[in-house]
């Protein structure tokens, strides 16, 4: 089909029918590899050189591809997934473990402490510490 749209000239919408068909066909391909993707930053977010290019490099797709896949699979962006994960499981330490708030934030994936109780609070609405000191709290009434 897409050897006999070639004869002669192209219209703009042929191309557009071909890419709509070629998505068709690499549709089900895609959900696929989004799922490894997924297990791979769910067992990997604790890497601070977690993103685009890793993942890309190690899926071998290009940046754009992974960036555009991800978003249409999942409804959100890498970014703001990884940062989810990431909070979600800083909660959970939080609430059920003593881990120190010092290695904490480089268990997670996080480059430095500011940054992470900056983006925590974000989430969250008070500080790593504030929550911790909310636990300990509880614990001992």
């Known amino acids: ?3 006999k749209q070639f004869e002669g000239e192209m219209s703009l919408d042929s191309l ?17 590899l989004i799922l490894k993707i997924q297990e791979y930053i769910n067992s990997n977010y604790h890497d ?5 290019t890793k993942i890309s490099d ?3 797709i290009s940046e754009n591809y992974f960036s555009y896949l991800f978003k249409k699979e999942v409804s959100e962006n890498f970014s703001t997934y990884l940062e989810r994960l990431r909070m979600a ?14 290695v904490l934030y480089q268990y997670l994936g996080y480059n430095n ?6 983006v925590f609070k974000k989430n969250f609405g008070i500080s790593p510490k504030e929550m911790r000191d909310k636990v300990n709290a509880k614990q001992q009434i």
């Open 1 to 3: 089909m897409i050897d």
């Open 16 to 32: 557009k029918t071909i890419a709509i068909q070629l998505c068709d066909v690499c549709g089900s391909e895609g959900n696929e």
């Open 48 to 52: 601070p050189n977690l993103c685009l």
């Open 58 to 60: 190690e899926f071998g």
């Open 89 to 102: 499981k800083a909660k959970e330490m939080i609430l059920e473990s003593d881990t120190s708030l010092s």
């Open 113 to 118: 402490a500011a940054s992470f109780r900056r």
